[in-house]
């Protein structure tokens, strides 16, 4: 991407709001909706989906030191070392950030999630069966096994082969998620920040914020807590030749610190606002449809989002067209487990019920 090009994303002055702005035609968020819709050449389920998701779950994307982040992201893949609040929170980074940025994004994500829920929702958007020719997907996944720590130096070559060839790549540094909205980033993989110098790419520092609440939660959330909205910091760029300079000690401070100082103080931080009328469309219709209810924050999300960019699938789908529905073809038989996930046992019978009784 051209420094012209990412000063046309980039606007106002101290913190450039690149989403969430109202200077900005409709926040920056356009912006976003072509980028995934590009992939097809129109509109399509999981384009509606992921830029709907990051819509509702995230406020707004920071940038605090706007010409820092022109400079480092206009000239090649980029490294992202972020603090960790909530399990999608990387999905929501992707989504916007590889617009914003113009690059794909790969992600280290443990091994366990290839065969959890959102495992499919990852990998099942990159085998849509309707894609432009040469189209490139956003994202990259790269599996971690924690019962195989030495596998990790393989995974690392890959992800610095996917830098060097352009693409950019995101770690949250400690692996797990936080409890609590003070929690401070205090460890980092040596391996992590020497990626940053053997590929020679500029460490972005990234902070999560908004998402949990200051007193511990229970238990870790898949969603930002509540279903409140986060917000992403993006700090000063910290060059490779400058960590080449330090000891590994050194270098892991610089790193760590810059996390730290990025976005809200955590000491300071606070939650946004929850969603408690969120929470309980959620569950009524986890319930009514026998849906999971991870699925059914998906159709809530789909639901409430403004629908005027949806494709005729999106519109169907959510209409009622249910599993037993669609084309015997490649994109039908895609479209037809969407639908069942997120329609689940009774949803579609309940929908074309509810059609009726509005007809009367």
Known sequence: MTTEEMTNVLTGLGNAVALGNPALPDGGWEQVGRHWRQLAGESWLIG??????????VRSVQIEHPESFRQAAGQGGVLYLANHQNLLESLFFTTVMSALARRPIGTMIKIWIRDHWIGRLLSDAAHYPEFVPDAV??????????????????????????????????????????????????????SVVRLAVDAGVPVIPVRFAGGLPENDVEEKPIYPYRYAAQDIYLGQAILPDTLAELSMKDRKLTVLDAINRTG???????????????????????ASAECLKEYAVLYQVLRQADPAAYSRDTLDLLAGRGASEWPDTPKGRWLANWAGQLLGERGSRLLRQGKEHANE
């Open 264 to 286: 809200p103080r955590p000491e300071a931080e606070r939650m946004n606002e929850p969603q408690p009328e969120f929470a309980r469309e959620v569950e009524n219709w986890s």
């Open 48 to 57: 509606d989906l992921y830029v709907s998701l990051a819509r509702r779950f």
């Open 137 to 190: 997907f956003p994202y990259r996944l790269f599996y971690f096994n924690d019962a195989e720590p030495r596998s990790i130096f393989g995974l690392l070559g890959e992800m610095r082969s996917f830098m060097l060839e352009g693409g950019s790549c995101m770690v949250h540094v400690e692996g797990t998620r936080a409890y609590s909205s003070k929690h401070r980033v205090t460890k980092i993989s040596d």
